[in-house]
């Protein structure tokens, strides 16, 4: 035989019954949390883009720096090559007759080197 269950009906079974019942809380303001939500994400984005922009312009400066830097690092170095050499008097003496002829000796003939039909550069 089959038994029958037979339920009472008290106030502690219907209690029982209202609390299995309750509705699950509503999530009244679960769309404004996700729209702020969304906005806070959004600002801290746009934020970390425009710190990669500005360290990519950083970046394209350091070169151009680098770059000035090598080329007056060179002409610094043959700059001092020319001071070193104008030290020498021998050498002076030599720059002094090719500046003019006078600065040439009386016995020396000085040629000048920048016309065309030579070589040189034209004027």
């Known amino acids: 035989m089959?038994?029958?269950?037979?339920?009472?009906?008290?106030?502690?079974?219907q209690k029982k019954k209202q609390k299995a019942v309750v509705p699950a809380p509503k999530r009244k303001h679960l769309g404004f949390i996700l729209v702020i939500a969304i906005l806070l994400f959004s600002l801290a984005s746009m934020s970390l883009i425009k710190s990669y922009e500005n360290l990519q312009k950083q970046v394209a400066l350091e070169q151009t720096a680098k770059k000035q830097y090598q080329s007056l690092s060179a002409e610094v170095n043959t700059?001092?090559?020319?001071?070193?050499?104008?030290?020498?008097?021998?050498?002076l003496q030599k720059f002094a007759r090719s500046q003019?002829?006078?600065?040439?000796?009386?016995d020396e003939k000085v040629f000048d080197t920048n016309n065309p039909l030579i070589g040189g550069a034209k004027p």
Do not use: R, V, W
């Not at 029958?4 to 106030?11: G, K």
């Open 79 to 91: 700059k001092k090559q020319e001071i070193t050499k104008l030290q020498n008097p021998l050498y």
């Open 100 to 106: 003019g002829q006078e600065f040439s000796q009386s």
């Open 2 to 13: 089959a038994k029958q269950i037979i339920q009472l009906d008290n106030e502690y079974i």
